[in-house]
């Protein structure tokens, strides 16, 4: 599984950005995906994910209402858009494909990472 993230920048707190997964190999159609972030100093926390045919959707208490999380199983990519960024939003973001077809919050049940894409947000 090769993952390619993108879509990180720098933005204001109130502006929006879209994150974007591609999966070159269609390997993971299966399976269900996720975004994780990491500040420095900070542990990877869990942000949103979608299940395997997008009609489930988790989220971080933080970041609902404000996130949204979809796939496009015929481009093989999975967005998150974001609005209303803070900037607590601030870390680097990381897609990742879990292991089995529904998102769970638990970063160990993630065997395959991507680059992460810098997003931040300023006051």
């Known amino acids: 599984v090769q993952l390619q993230a993108s879509g990180g920048g720098l933005v204001q707190a109130g502006g929006s950005l879209r994150l974007s997964c591609v999966e070159s190999r269609r390997t993971f159609s299966n399976n269900a995906v996720a975004w994780f972030r990491q500040d420095s100093g900070k542990e990877r926390e869990f942000v949103a994910g979608v299940s395997w045919n997008g009609g489930s959707t988790l989220y971080a208490d933080s970041v609902k209402g404000r996130f949204t999380i979809s796939r496009d199983r015929v481009k093989n990519t999975v967005y998150m858009h974001m609005n209303s960024l803070k900037p607590e939003d601030t870390a680097v973001y990381y897609c990742?494909?879990?292991?089995?077809?529904?998102?769970?919050?638990?970063?160990?049940?993630?065997?395959?990472w991507g680059q992460g894409t810098q997003v931040t947000v300023s006051s």
């Open positions: 990742a494909v879990h292991r089995r077809s529904f998102a769970t919050k638990t970063p160990g049940e993630y065997p395959y």
